[in-house]
């Protein structure tokens, strides 16, 4: 489970990254072309979160949640298994008994494995998803898209 020893970084897999923007100096660490929009998305930056690798671009390494594509260095990078899901998929939790959205990946570093943050009609939950709480929407029951707050 997780990321294995020797597992490298290759361009479309899959990356846990952080990085913290608190300072103008942190700024620079962002592509100028991409910092507006790193800083909608991600106002303080970001840490353990899940990201498909895309190479590198004039020193800059390029980054993508599926949403926002950002060039950034200095970024703590770690390769990872592909995740189960993406961001946008339609899955059924569990746990709720609920359709939702996948809206961002996480990676959790004790468990070494992705988790998933759901949103339920446009409404954030504040639990986390690890996969084996999922499936595609698809093989769920019909009637499932009941109160996700279970």
């Known amino acids: 489970m997780g990321q294995a020893p020797s597992m490298s970084l290759v361009v479309g897999g899959y ?34 979160l899940c990201f498909r690798y895309g190479g590198q671009d004039c020193g800059y390494d390029v980054l993508d949640d599926g949403q926002l594509q950002a060039r950034v260095r200095g970024a703590v990078i770690r390769p990872i298994r592909t995740p189960r899901f993406q961001r946008g998929d339609r899955v059924f939790a569990h746990p709720n008994q609920a359709i939702g959205d996948v809206r ?8 070494e494995c992705v988790y998933y943050s759901l949103e339920f009609d446009g409404r954030r939950s504040g639990r986390w998803y690890f996969e084996c709480d999922l499936s595609a929407a698809d093989g769920a029951e019909s009637g499932s898209a009941a109160d996700p707050s279970g």
């Open 15 to 48: 990356c846990s990254s952080s990085l913290l923007i608190l300072t103008e100096q942190d700024a620079s660490r962002v592509h100028p072309d991409d910092l507006a929009a790193v800083r909608a998305n991600y106002p303080l930056g970001w840490q353990l």
């Open 104 to 111: 961002q990946l996480c990676w959790h570093a004790t468990r």
